[in-house]
């Protein structure tokens, strides 16, 4: 449910519980966070598209940097769940690799924009801002890379730079993507992103029964 969605709710007089409200308060946030950038967002702006009042939305959120550092928290948990999550999809190493990058590019695409809050924020100069943004792209890299050192014969350190590269361009050229409308659908997007990473990948020798079957 959208933040108007639930405000209409509110107005046929359906009280939100505590929890509710935080996420319709989220919601509205996300929406003005993403349209017009931190600095230039105003909390009147965010209450007045949640349909509350200034004081319902600061008994929620002391500040609008609490807001925004709320949002990201949440966002930057959903992005390394999904890649957690494409990584475990699949036990072949190639569909895994497309796997990952397809998470990357359906983060980008959703239709919220909650990745501009990770990757675009005008904020970034702030420390609580860049920790997070920071440790999301460590351990989505540490998540692949720990799946790169169990399947080759490279150090922990070399996976590490590995990952690092695999996760900087699958969010760099899904933004691109999306940013430059590009007529190549996403499928086919990720298909050649996947045959080019996998073009060095496969380069590395894998233990057990997977060098056989590459």
């Not at 349909?51 to 709320?70: E, I, M």
Request: with cysteine; aromatic share 6%; net charge negative.
């Amino acid at each position: 449910m959208t933040a108007i969605e639930q405000t209409e709710v509110r107005a046929r007089g359906t009280r939100l519980p505590r929890r509710a409200r935080r996420n319709q308060l989220l919601g509205a946030a996300q929406e003005v966070f993403v349209a017009q950038g931190y600095h230039a967002a105003a909390m009147d702006d965010i209450a007045e598209r949640a349909g509350v009042s200034k004081p319902v939305l600061y008994q929620h959120f002391p500040g609008k940097l609490d807001l925004y550092l709320a949002l990201l928290d949440r966002h930057c948990d959903a992005l390394l769940q999904a890649v957690r999550t494409a990584l475990a999809s699949t036990s072949e190493n190639k569909l895994r690799v497309a796997a990952t990058m397809d998470a990357y590019f359906a983060y980008v695409e959703d239709e919220g924009g909650a990745f501009r809050l990770v990757f675009e924020s005008d904020l970034t100069n702030e420390p609580a801002v860049r920790e997070r943004v920071d440790r999301v792209s460590m351990e989505c890299a540490e998540a692949i890379s720990q799946v790169i050192a169990e399947d080759t014969g490279l150090s922990k350190d070399e996976s590490m730079l590995l990952a690092v590269g695999l996760g900087g361009v699958s969010q760099v050229v899904a933004r691109y993507w999306l940013s430059s409308e590009s007529t190549v659908p996403r499928e086919t997007a990720v298909q050649l992103l996947t045959s080019l990473a996998w073009r060095g990948i496969a380069g590395f020798p894998l233990h057990g029964n997977e060098a056989a079957e590459r």
